[in-house]
Nanobody, 119 residues
Framework: QVQVVESGGGLVQPGGSLTLSCTAS????????MGWYRQAPGKQRDLVAT???????NYADSVKGRFTISRGNAKNTVYLRMMSLKPEDTAVYYC?????????????WGQGTQVTVSS
C-alpha cells in the first residue's frame, strides 16, 4: 500500500520562507514524477511545481523565481522551498506522486498541509 505524507506547513509572515516535505512510502513500486499543488478556499486545485524522475522541473508562473522543487537522494521524497511568500500563497498544499506498478501508473495524493501567509 502506498502512502503519501506531507509536512512543513504553518503560519509565516509576508516575505518569509517555508519548506514543505513529502514522502511516498510503501513497497513494490517505483515513482515517476512528483509535484505540489495548492487549493485556496473557494478555488480549484492548481499546479505549483512538478519534478520528473529525471529532475526536469516545471513551475506555475506565479511562483517562478520564488519557489524551488527538488527531490531527495532516495527519489521518494520531494521538497518545496518557498521564499518571498505572499498572502496570496495561502492555501492547502497537496503532494502528488506518480506511482509505477509494473507498466501501470497511478496517481496518489497526500492529505494536504496548510500554509498561511499573514502578518
Amino acid at each position: 500500500q502506498v502512502q503519501v505524507v506531507e509536512s512543513g506547513g504553518g503560519l509565516v509572515q509576508p516575505g518569509g520562507s517555508l519548506t514543505l516535505s513529502c514522502t511516498a512510502s510503501g513497497s513494490g513500486f517505483s515513482i515517476n514524477a512528483m509535484g505540489w499543488y495548492r487549493q485556496a478556499p473557494g478555488k480549484q486545485r492548481d499546479l505549483v511545481a512538478t519534478i520528473s524522475s529525471g529532475a526536469r522541473t516545471n513551475y506555475a508562473d506565479s511562483v517562478k523565481g520564488r519557489f524551488t522543487i527538488s527531490r531527495g537522494n532516495a527519489k521518494n521524497t520531494v521538497y518545496l522551498r518557498m521564499m518571498s511568500l505572499k498572502p496570496e500563497d495561502t492555501a492547502v498544499y497537496y503532494c502528488n506522486a506518480g506511482i509505477l506498478v509494473g507498466v501501470k501508473e497511478y496517481e496518489y495524493w497526500g492529505q494536504g498541509t496548510q500554509v498561511t501567509v499573514s502578518s
